[in-house]
């Protein structure tokens, strides 16, 4: 049952004959999961949250940053440095305190990401990597579940519905997840700020028509969109007969590495930016010139977009920390040098530098 | 034969387009494969992963009986 409260907050929908008193009483019983509070998961969380969708689970392990301010709208000054999914669940219940929101803090990981997914009825892909991509995937997959997949590039979106009515999924289109170094991040490219309101919004938009159950949703479809031309061109996507996660269970998708736990063996688990400077002797910070605060110990800045032109500057034979904000795009440094450069003597500083630098 | 071609993402940005007008060459063949063209034109392409559509149908070869308006190229994005 609505109460008065909320018949009025959602009055200008609920006349809507395709919402009415059922479709929002839909919206308030819905259970959707929103993976990443950033770029996209910003707008998805603010719309979704408006409209009264009931259940609300944000799952982010990042801080705010600086540099994350011109496109992460659910975000101010005073948020930099705090966990995302606390600022935005407490943004959130401003806007609409008659939801309910969850937040879980630790990401979305092999281990968790069955126990989380399962509590809820969709799924939203707000994530900025492969490996949580094909994680929302599989396990959505295996426990039949229909998710919401939007990303981006530059001035460019991508948005689909998969896994809906044993529909397409991700996996369709592509079938194993590319190399972490092969395709680049925001950091490292620059990113539109308004390109990922405008794709969340139609992330947000589809998550709102699969639960009011409406004829049509981007189920089967590949939505692309341009920025700089405002062209938007959809493609067919089928289910292919045979995918991977045919052969996967539950046990083999929670013992799956992904690469930020592939990597612990090259992690560092830094106590203090003194523990860092006392066991290396060659510091690497991959960060782009100019993102967010520079460090103050001894370092060498070599962006992660120059590290091909540049990694002869890192030392071979003694230890060396390798460092960005986050610990992603140190990770994939690291495999990268390892791989192609034959680097052994290389460790990644776990979770980035940003922790150390807000306290 | 020239047909329209457009290069999303990453592609646009490892081969400095975003669309041209290619020459497919049939001779005596009736089917292209595509993928096996485009890179050899741009080596880039060949260590990314990406999809080629004919108008909205994702596919591996043109045949000439049935020419599309345009070709597209879509890698994965990542950012979110």
């Keep these: 049952m609505l109460t008065e409260n909320e018949l009025k907050h959602y009055q200008r929908q609920l006349i809507l004959p395709e919402i009415g008193k059922e479709g929002q009483e839909r919206l308030k019983n819905a259970k959707v999961l929103v993976v990443g509070a950033g770029g996209l998961g910003c707008p998805v969380l603010l719309y979704l949250a408006a409209a009264g969708v009931g259940h609300i689970g944000i799952v982010d392990f990042d801080h705010v940053d600086h540099t994350n301010l011109h496109r992460q709208v659910l975000f101010g000054y005073s948020s930099i440095g705090k966990k995302k999914a606390i600022i935005a669940k407490e943004k959130l219940v401003d806007i609409n305190p008659n939801i309910e929101i969850a937040t879980y803090l630790d990401g979305l990981l092999p281990s968790n990401s069955f126990d989380i997914i399962s ?117 067919r996507i089928t289910r292919k007969t045979k995918l991977p996660t045919d052969e996967m269970t539950k046990e083999s998708i929670i013992s799956r590495s992904i690469s930020i736990e592939f990597c612990e063996l090259n992690d560092f688990n830094a106590n203090s930016i003194a523990d860092i400077e006392q066991n290396f002797n060659q510091i690497i910070d991959l960060r782009e010139v100019n993102e967010g605060v520079k460090l103050t110990i001894n370092h060498l800045n070599i962006p992660y977009s120059e590290l091909e032109l540049r990694h002869s500057e890192i030392e071979m034979n003694q230890p060396v920390l390798l460092i960005c904000a986050s610990g992603k795009r140190s990770a994939a440094a690291l495999q990268h040098l390892k791989k192609n450069h034959n680097y052994k003597n290389l460790k990644n500083l776990k979770n980035g530098i940003l922790p150390f630098l807000k306290n | 034969m020239k047909i329209k071609v457009n290069y999303y993402g990453l592609i646009a940005d490892l081969i400095g387009i975003s669309d041209e007008n290619f020459e497919l060459n049939f001779n005596e063949s009736n089917e292209l494969d595509l993928r096996s063209i485009f890179n050899h034109k741009y080596p880039a392409l060949l260590k990314i992963n990406y999809k080629i559509a004919l108008d909205t149908e994702f596919t591996e070869t043109i045949n000439r009986n049935s020419i599309p308006n345009e070709i597209s190229l879509l890698p994965p994005f990542a950012g979110g």
């Design chain 1, 119 to 235: 509590q809820y009825d969709l799924i939203v892909d707000c994530c900025d990597n492969f490996d949580t991509r094909y994680l929302i995937n599989d396990t959505c997959v295996l426990l039949n579940k229909s998710w919401i997949f939007a990303s981006i590039y530059k001035f460019e979106g991508q948005v689909s519905v998969f896994n809906y009515n044993s529909g397409p999924t991700y996996r369709c289109l592509f079938p194993t997840p590319p190399q972490t170094e092969e395709v680049p991040n925001c950091s490292e490219i620059g990113v539109l700020g308004i390109l990922p309101g405008i794709i969340g919004s139609f992330q947000a938009n589809e998550t709102l028509k699969l639960i009011l159950r409406t004829t049509h949703n981007l189920s089967g479809q590949l939505l692309c969109f341009n920025a700089l031309t405002s062209e938007t061109r959809t493609f």
